[in-house]
């Protein structure tokens, strides 16, 4: 029998497998994960490139941007004083053009890395807040989000504010999960950084502060929370020497290109974050909705059924209550002071928003039935964001290429308003022409908002073209740029062609028209003269 045994065992090697035995395949199920792993790398990749590849000139904001921080670090405060906003971007874009120059590509590559930098902290915060797949999928949206690669390339100061936000976000659940002092240090220093790169950021501190001071009084473990609020209260002290110059602004410095928003800005905001009016924007606004929704009051069951439970999922919540409240007392701060909303604004609840899209995904019991609706989103946002990397923001590189091939040593050109300036400016030589903006009747690399709107409605057209004939003189040419549309100037841009029209006898040339359509900064480009 032993002898039998052992033949058998010699045997049974070398004979065929039986189906049963035989190795199988990979099924489709096993290649899941890996294709997932695959395509969410190639997907991180293709998304870096987009933070760092955009043909724009610098518009207005972004050349008024590195105009201010091209200043000596201790003039930069007082043309902040001028111009509304608060130093820290300013500061960090200063010493970024010492160490790498002031062209497009330097001075947006800073919001760019600032763009990566948010990717692993994104991660981090859903990891915290719920598990990893939705610390993968808010990520995975943070990445393609046409909202955050615009303000990836943008110079200005949005990214940051982001990954301010990210950051102190993840410092204030450390800091509530173990109150020790290097978590509660953290807390106090992203608040003052936050509060010195963004007003805005004054809102989103003030909601999470009377989160933190009612949990402190009616919470079970108030502790953690005590220590948190004193942390937060410890940063906004910081704030205290840029008081006076924040007052100024607030009473002088108001923006006076738009209307004051609504309630109904919150929804424009969202929309905004999906990559707003374009097919793929109001597609992936709906899936935004709707998962916000599903992550804020679903619950999975099963792989086919949901369940709404009204009284919402605790983190969930929380998460919420920051975004929303944020949105809406910043709205209501808004209609009371009659300060502007910008979307752009909305940057200190944005990743905030996204990790409570990705716990949305959570509901979904089925990984296919969830990894295919994030797929869906990603490949929206990567949809949104292309435009971004052709689409030129400003018109003003078709304006300076003009009066560069045409124009000569001496000519005027002329602003109408001051904003069409800075982005101009930035592309012609620094001498050579003379130029002037209307109003004020200043240079064209700085534009002075302080009570702009009254001085907008005292200035005369008509002073104003004298000005600009009198610098001509009999020998050189005037190129006036302006473009109509800007709050506060009704028609008095028209009125200075006219006044330079009647002066030469002449109609002047047209150069470029303005085109809306393409162009957010659109620009009228004419010539008129020489008088000889």
């Excluded at 029998?1 to 395949?25: G, N």
């Excluded at 969202?270 to 935004?288: D, H």
């Excluded at 069409?420 to 012609?428: E, H, I, Q």
Aim: aromatic share 12%; with cysteine.
């Amino acid at each position: 029998m032993t002898r039998v045994m052992a033949f058998k065992a010699q045997r049974e090697p070398s004979e065929p497998a039986s189906p049963e035995t035989r190795p199988a395949s990979a099924t489709p199920k096993d290649r899941f994960p890996w294709l997932l792993a695959l395509s969410v790398g190639l997907l991180l990749a293709f998304s870096l490139c987009l933070r760092f590849w955009t043909r724009s000139d610098l518009w207005l904001d972004e050349a008024l941007t590195v105009n201010i921080s091209h200043l000596p670090i201790s003039r930069i405060p007082a043309a902040l004083r001028r111009d509304g906003a608060p130093p820290l971007y300013y500061v960090l874009l200063h010493f970024w053009m010492l160490a790498f120059g002031s062209g497009d590509i330097a001075v947006r590559s800073l919001s760019g890395i600032m763009g990566v930098a948010s990717l692993p902290l994104t991660w981090m915060l859903g990891k915290r807040l719920a598990d990893r797949s939705v610390a993968w999928v808010a990520t995975i949206l943070l990445a393609t989000s046409p909202f955050a690669v615009y303000y990836d390339t943008e110079a200005r100061m949005y990214a940051l504010v982001a990954l301010l936000a990210v950051t102190g976000a993840l410092a204030l659940v450390s800091a509530l999960r173990k109150p020790r002092p290097l978590n509660l240090i953290a807390v106090a220093v992203i608040t003052s950084l936050l509060l010195y790169s963004h007003y805005w950021s004054l809102y989103l501190i003030a909601v999470v502060g009377a989160g933190l001071a009612w949990k402190a009084w009616k919470g079970e473990n108030p502790t953690p929370y005590r220590w948190a609020l004193l942390a937060g209260v410890a940063g906004c002290i910081t704030f205290i020497p840029w008081l006076p110059i924040f007052w100024f602004q607030l009473h002088h410095t108001g923006t006076p290109w738009a209307t004051p928003a609504s309630f109904d800005a919150i929804v424009h905001a969202i929309s905004k974050f999906a990559g707003g009016a374009n097919n793929p924007g109001r597609a992936l606004a709906l899936i935004f909705f709707a998962l916000a929704g599903l992550g804020l009051f679903g619950a999975a069951i099963n792989a086919k059924k949901i369940e709404l439970d009204l009284r919402t999922r605790k983190r969930p919540r929380a998460l919420a209550i920051v975004v929303f409240c944020t949105l809406g007392v910043a709205i209501l701060g808004g209609l009371i002071s009659s300060s502007t909303f910008a979307s752009r604004y909305t940057a200190v609840v944005f990743i905030p928003f996204l990790v409570l899209v990705a716990m949305g995904t959570s509901t979904f019991a089925s990984k296919q039935v969830r990894w295919s609706v994030v797929a869906a989103a990603a490949l929206l946002g990567i949809a949104g964001s292309l435009p971004n990397i052709y689409t030129n923001r400003t018109q003003a590189g078709q304006v300076a290429a003009a009066i560069k091939a045409h124009g000569h040593a001496g000519d005027v050109i002329a602003y109408c308003p001051d904003q069409l300036g800075p982005a101009v400016s930035r592309l012609l030589p620094r001498t050579g022409f003379t130029q002037i903006t209307f109003p004020r009747e200043t240079g064209p690399r700085f534009v002075d908002w302080v009570n702009y709107a009254q001085v907008n409605r005292a200035a005369s057209p008509a002073a104003f073209a004298k000005a600009v004939l009198a610098r001509a003189g009999t020998m050189h040419a005037i190129w006036l740029a302006w473009a109509p549309g800007y709050r506060t100037f009704g028609t008095k841009c028209q009125q200075i062609a006219g006044y330079l029209e009647a002066d030469m006898g002449v109609a002047p040339t047209q150069i470029v028209h303005y085109n809306p359509q393409r162009f957010f900064e659109f620009y009228e480009l004419q010539r008129f003269g020489p008088r000889r």
